[in-house]
Antibody
Framework: QVQLVESGGGVVQPGRSLRLSCAASGFIFSSYGMHWARQAPGKGLEWVAVISYDGSNKYYADSVKDRFTISRDISKNTLYLQMNSLRAEDTAVYYC????????????WGQGTLVTVSS | QSALTQPASVSGSPEQSITISCTGTSSDVGSYKFVSWYQQHPGKAPKLIIYDVINRPSGVSSRFSGSKSGNTASLTISGLQAEDEADYYCSSYTSIGLYVFGTGTKVTVL
């Protein structure tokens, strides 16, 4: 069965960096687009970024553009989110998710990893 | 990009039907069939329940159905059950290749 396991969350000071990982199994990782989404405590979902199945296309929400970078390592079946210049408003549970097709039907989600940006 | 607009809360009695609206613009909901709906129970990850406006993933109850008219998509839950009490989010692909979620709706079963 499809399994997505995020890691790398924690407490980080404003302005610092953090890299999240998402280990994928149970499907052909190189065949699917992958997303990151986040949810601030007590708030709604916010889409963060997407990467195409082959890594050639990447798109970002305005709120993270130029600060966050999505990438994937096919050899390790792992999705990444490099987060730089972190702000308090980036505090959230970060989820990785698999796209069912090509247009944002997120069919499988990880359990999430909490990132807290605080001094 | 602005979040799609959903009612903050909707409630209904068991066995009733409820509908949740999701209003966007001609740059997202109005232009694409790529509207999805998610159910999220407290402390859990979201679960896909509708994709491409009307389709249900395997294993999702037929009590959930989706539709769209113009810039507004809708999710209907028929035969409301206690286990349907959760938060629901819509999402859509947008004209600039991005994605956007709705503001979320809390469903309460009375």
């Amino acid at each position: 069965q499809v399994q997505l396991v995020e890691s790398g969350g924690g407490v980080v000071q404003p302005g610092r960096s953090l890299r999240l990982s998402c280990a994928a199994s149970g499907f052909i990782f190189s065949s699917y687009g992958m997303h990151w989404a986040r949810q601030a405590p007590g708030k709604g979902l916010e889409w963060v970024a997407v990467i195409s199945y082959d890594g050639s296309n990447k798109y970002y929400a305005d709120s993270v553009k130029d600060r966050f970078t999505i990438s994937r390592d096919i050899s390790k079946n792992t999705l990444y989110l490099q987060m730089n210049s972190l702000r308090a408003e980036d505090t959230a549970v970060y989820y990785c998710a698999r796209d069912l097709g090509d247009y944002g039907a997120l069919s499988d989600w990880g359990q999430g990893t909490l990132v807290t940006v605080s001094s | 990009q602005s979040a799609l607009t959903q009612p903050a809360s909707v409630s209904g009695s068991p066995e009733q039907s409820i509908t949740i609206s999701c209003t966007g613009t001609s740059s997202d909901v109005g232009s694409y069939k790529f509207v999805s709906w998610y159910q999220q129970h407290p402390g859990k990850a979201p679960k896909l329940i509708i994709y491409d406006v009307i389709n249900r993933p395997s294993g999702v109850s037929s009590r959930f159905s989706g539709s769209k008219s113009g810039n507004t998509a809708s999710l209907t839950i028929s035969g409301l059950q206690a286990e349907d009490e959760a938060d629901y989010y819509c999402s859509s692909y947008t004209s600039i290749g991005l994605y956007v979620f709705g503001t979320g709706t809390k469903v309460t079963v009375l």
